[in-house]
Nanobody, 131 residues
Framework: QLQLVESGGNLVQPGGSLRLSCAAS????????IAWFRQAPGKEREGVAS????????KYADSVSGRFTVSRDNAKRTVYLDMNSLKLEDTAVYYC????????????????????????WGQGTQVTVSS
């Protein structure tokens, strides 16, 4: 059973930066896709970024492209989401999610943004952008 634990959420001012971490245990992350989602009150869960671990393929939502970066540390079994130039609308609970995906099926298209594609979820970490 894969377990995911997020950390790093905090209160930050607009324009600031945060690094979120998603620590995995139970499996090595080869052949997995790890994604970051977020959910604001009253809104649907939104795919923010994804990373195909073995292929190194990254995908980003248009709303965060150029501001957020997803990366990994294989030795630590941890995936990071570096968030820069944060905006008020980035306020949400951020979740990491994982799906076993040999062959990199999420290379093309937007299926990586669909929550039902993922089998494992963390508990979430709150990010609040406020002045």
């Amino acid at each position: 059973q894969l377990q995911l634990v997020e950390s790093g959420g905090n209160l930050v001012q607009p324009g600031g930066s945060l690094r979120l971490s998603c620590a995995a245990s139970g499996y090595t992350l080869e052949d997995w896709t790890i994604a970051w989602f977020r959910q604001a009150p009253g809104k649907e869960r939104e795919g923010v970024a994804s990373l195909s671990i073995s292929g190194g393929i990254t995908k980003y939502a248009d709303s965060v492209s150029g501001r957020f970066t997803v990366s990994r540390d294989n030795a630590k079994r941890t995936v990071y989401l570096d968030m820069n130039s944060l905006k008020l609308e980035d306020t949400a609970v951020y979740y990491c999610a994982a799906v076993f995906s040999p062959g990199h099926p999420y290379t093309y298209g937007n299926s990586w943004t669909v929550p039902d594609e993922y089998d494992y979820w963390g508990q979430g970490t709150q990010v609040t952008v406020s002045s």
